[in-house]
């Protein structure tokens, strides 16, 4: 069963990887439009986004042209966030993160919201401190049903060009799956997925 929202008032708040992840598919309009809620991106995050655009990369402009026609919105950290976003960049490296997870992390937890984000280390902070949260990964939104009926046979090489043109970082809970969907002989040339080890006899 999905853990994603069902409604266009939920909202899912998605990280800068997440982004770069869903515009590598080739198909980040229509995987917006079928994930039916609201997608929510902090200001912090956007600006990670804009800061790559200095080495040329397009996902900042591609995320600006899709909130201009309102499929994401760009919103500033509430006030009510602000003790979890400090609470996320200030202590010791081991228990810190980047200025985007951080605020990702901060306005889904003030607004009850899905938090969309794809490092490890974000991952496990949250399971620790924000057991209440959902949390979930661009490689789980992406085997949603409703994104694979969007997709039709376009599916597995929209997840492919994530993985190889951005470098999608998978959960292990979701490495079968995706394994399956892409096939064995492609995810054995995608360098983002752990490579499986051929015992000898």
Do not use: W
């Not at 980040?28 to 956007?46: G, R």
């Not at 789980?140 to 599916?155: F, N, P, Q, V």
Request: net charge negative.
């Amino acid at each position: 069963m999905s853990r994603f929202p069902t409604s266009p008032a939920d909202v899912i708040v998605a990280d800068a990887s997440v982004l770069i992840n869903l515009n590598a598919t080739g198909y980040f309009e229509a995987i917006l439009k079928a994930s039916v809620c609201t997608v929510h991106v902090t200001q912090n995050a956007f600006d990670e986004l804009k800061r790559g655009s200095r080495n040329g990369h397009r996902d900042s402009s591609d995320v600006e042209a899709l909130a201009e026609r309102g499929l994401i919105k760009i919103v500033d950290l509430a006030q009510n966030a602000e003790p979890v976003y400090r609470a996320l960049i200030e202590g010791p490296a081991s228990e810190t993160l980047d200025d985007g997870e951080a605020a990702t992390i901060a306005y889904a937890h003030a607004i009850g919201a899905v938090a969309l984000i794809d490092e490890k280390k974000a991952s496990r902070i949250c399971s620790g401190r924000f057991p209440d949260l959902c949390v979930a990964s661009t490689a789980e939104l992406l085997l949603d049903t409703r994104i694979s009926r969007a997709l039709g046979s376009s599916h597995a090489d929209a997840v492919l060009l994530a993985l190889t043109g951005a470098r999608m970082n998978v959960p292990p809970e979701h490495l079968d799956a995706i394994r399956r969907l892409i096939g064995e002989e492609s995810a054995s040339r995608c360098r983002s997925l752990p490579q499986r080890r051929v015992r000898s006899s």
